[in-house]
């Protein structure tokens, strides 16, 4: 119980520090909203009244603190060049990310730990050693280039997709997700291929041990001995990594949605850096970093409960 | 030599593989920039999607410019970026780390925590907030990246620090008088230089790839300065009709990636 307070506390502070962070990020930018909104032939005594307005004259921890609540209560402003609510035009667009995301980490289980499993298990056959090969190479291909191969073989050869033709969750959602899928594989590919990596590795290590040798000499079968005891151990840093994949496809799905033309949270965040629409760029920036944080916060409990070693005393 | 050399080898493959390819793609990019006969951005009509020959060794793009001189040109910005980059996290990283390591205390303490949030954010992500502080162009992506940089190396540095802080040679430089500061940069910096290097070339491919990443995006290096990502987001327009540009310029960052990413392993093992 103490150590989940400590991680929560923990928790309080990293999100205070990160909105902390994201704040004075966006406080350096040249230009207030005042004159943002007024242009750079305000009168003085215009912007004053503005400033006032807007509350900016008061000191800078007030303004972090309202803006910190106003964003938890979903009030993130009015995104410049659009003219509407920042937080309607997220609120349309998370479905999509979230399915990206989502649809993304599933494939990297699915196709990661049964991987693992069998090639440690056959780890001196020359499939084994082929399959290590490709997973090699496919970590070196950058994502948005895999995104491009990914549309050229699957849309351009074997014409299972459009390119380009992105239906949208509220018009076909069945369609919807059948053009995710490709996306999808483009961003877990490579995850896929570390996390095998290392669900090998760990299962390597972990059968050199004595408990394992324990088991067998008790008669145990080998898949009893593999499932039972190996793989509980073996799968505890895999876990670690996942965590940290989920954190990194949230990011990875930004530069993919460009590649597949998918208006996400990806494609908003580049064109309103483009148009130094910052009201958008602020709120996805710190919408993504909780996400992040939260998803590390479930990783660190799910150890405690996955590992008994952990659990302090 | 030759079967001393060829043990070596065998201990570690990844490093020997490593340095080989990412040599021949600095020689290939050195040679392209200084001796190509074509300038990279002069255009050709006739030339449009040319297909390779031995006037034009990789074919055009579609404008007509040497394909082969503009990888060149495209790849040099890319690796200078990355080396621009990596030097920056080095200096301020080893500097914090030196420091937070050997003093401990609070500062220590505070440094630490900011490192741990700002770590907690992807690293594009947090490239992209100051992109979007800065404005996009070659030295503000250098700036930024250089800044992502910084509390990774800082933590690698400082935990290296703490480990030398209290080991025998430290203590007896102590006791011979010698000053924090030189018992800091001559006694214990050249015994981090394994861990800083390895990592150093591990956060050089780290680099690579989000350069690639921004300018693909549109936000990093802007025209008439180009790079490979730029050029790979240039190609995937004429996907469909001249595949060859994407898959040539695509695999032209992976095996660049490839080569750094098995140094850095092999580094690695070395340490």
Not at chain 2, 143 to 163: D, H, T, W
Request: charged letters at 15%; proline letters at 4%; hydrophobic letters at 50%.
């Amino acid at each position: 119980m103490k150590t989940v307070f400590k991680k929560l506390f923990t928790f309080v502070i990293t999100v205070l520090l990160v909105t902390l962070f994201v704040f004075i990020a966006f406080e350096l930018i040249p230009g207030d909203a005042a004159t943002a909104r007024l242009g750079i032939n305000a009168t003085p005594e215009a912007l004053s009244v503005l400033r006032e307005e807007l509350g900016l004259t008061r000191p800078f921890f007030v303004r972090y603190f309202s803006w910190l609540f106003s964003f938890f209560f979903g009030d993130m402003g009015t995104s410049y060049s659009y003219g509407v609510s920042v937080r309607s035009m997220l609120a349309s667009k998370l479905p999509i990310t979230l399915t990206l995301t989502l649809m993304s980490f599933v494939m990297v289980v699915v196709l990661s730990i049964p991987i693992g499993v069998i090639t440690s298990k056959y780890e001196d056959r020359p499939a084994s050693k082929i399959i290590d090969v490709i997973g090699q190479l496919t970590m070196s291909i950058p994502p948005f280039f895999l995104g491009i191969i990914v549309t050229y073989v699957f849309g351009m050869i074997l014409h299972l997709f459009v390119p380009g033709g992105f239906v949208s969750y509220n018009v076909n959602f069945g369609k919807f997700l059948g053009y995710l899928v490709f996306p999808s594989f483009a961003i877990a590919l490579p995850k896929a291929a570390m996390s095998t990596k290392l669900l090998k590795t760990s299962i390597l290590s972990e059968r050199k041990l004595d408990y394992v040798r324990t088991a067998y000499s008790r008669g145990n079968s080998t898949t009893d001995v593999m499932y039972k005891h190996v793989l509980k151990n073996a799968i505890i840093p895999v876990i670690t990594f996942l965590g940290m994949t989920l954190a990194d496809i949230v990011a990875g799905s930004l530069v993919i949605e460009q590649v597949f033309s998918i208006p996400g949270y990806g494609r908003l965040l580049i064109t309103s850096i483009s148009n130094r629409d910052y009201a958008v760029v602020q709120a996805i920036i710190a919408i993504i970093a909780m996400l992040v944080i939260i998803i590390n916060l479930i990783v660190d409990i799910l150890y405690q409960v996955l590992d008994p070693r952990l659990r302090g005393n | 030599m030759m079967k001393k050399l060829g043990f070596r080898f065998r201990k570690n493959p990844e490093l020997y593989i490593g340095a080989a390819i990412t040599g021949i793609m600095a020689l290939i990019m050195v040679a392209g920039v200084l001796f190509s006969p074509y300038d990279p951005d002069a255009m050709d009509a006739s030339s449009r999607f040319a297909d390779p020959s031995f006037a034009h060794i990789l074919g055009c793009d579609n404008f007509g410019r040497d394909l082969f001189a503009r990888l060149s040109l495209g790849g040099a910005t890319t690796l200078f970026i990355a080396v621009c980059t990596v030097l920056i996290g080095v200096t301020f990283g080893t500097i914090i780390g030196a420091l937070t390591g050997y003093y401990g205390g609070a500062v220590d303490e505070i440094l630490m925590r900011f490192n741990d949030a700002v770590l907690a954010f992807p690293s594009i992500l947090l490239a992209l907030v100051f992109i979007s502080v800065f404005g996009s162009g070659t030295w503000k992506v250098i700036i930024s990246l250089g800044i992502v940089f910084v509390p990774s190396f800082a933590r690698i540095v400082r935990s290296e620090f703490m480990r030398c802080k209290n080991l025998d040679y430290v203590r007896s430089a102590r006791l011979m008088g010698a000053k924090d500061i030189r018992i800091m940069f001559v006694h214990i910096l050249p015994n981090t230089v394994p861990v800083v290097l390895s990592s150093a070339v591990i956060g050089f491919n780290n680099a690579v790839l989000a350069e690639a990443g921004m300018s693909f995006l549109g936000i990093g290096v802007q025209p008439p300065a180009s790079s490979l990502g730029r050029m790979l987001s240039d190609a995937q327009a004429f996907l469909f009709s001249e595949p060859s540009y994407a898959i040539i310029t695509g695999a032209s960052i992976a095996i660049i990636v490839l080569g750094f990413s098995l140094l850095g392993d092999g580094l690695k093992k070395n340490a």
